[in-house]
């Protein structure tokens, strides 16, 4: 990465968060939205079917464990146990 684009991230105090978009669990296929494959649930508004839990590239709990994602030079910035 460049020294000045480091040097500015830190100054702005730039952080990666750990989130549902970077988790081996999310399955999202470009989308903003996608499912957890670990969590699922008995959906009973339209059937007692289970399904998996619908989540946000954004969100993050308990079960995240890092992907495969390769952050390149902004490894650095990962916000960890965010």
Known sequence: ???NKTIKLK???YKINESCGLCSHGLFFGKSWGECSKNAYE????SKATRLLSIHQSGYCIDFLMGETDLHGFSEFLEKGS
């Open 1 to 3: 990465m460049d020294e």
């Open 11 to 13: 100054q702005i105090d």
């Open 43 to 46: 959906h009973r508004k339209h």
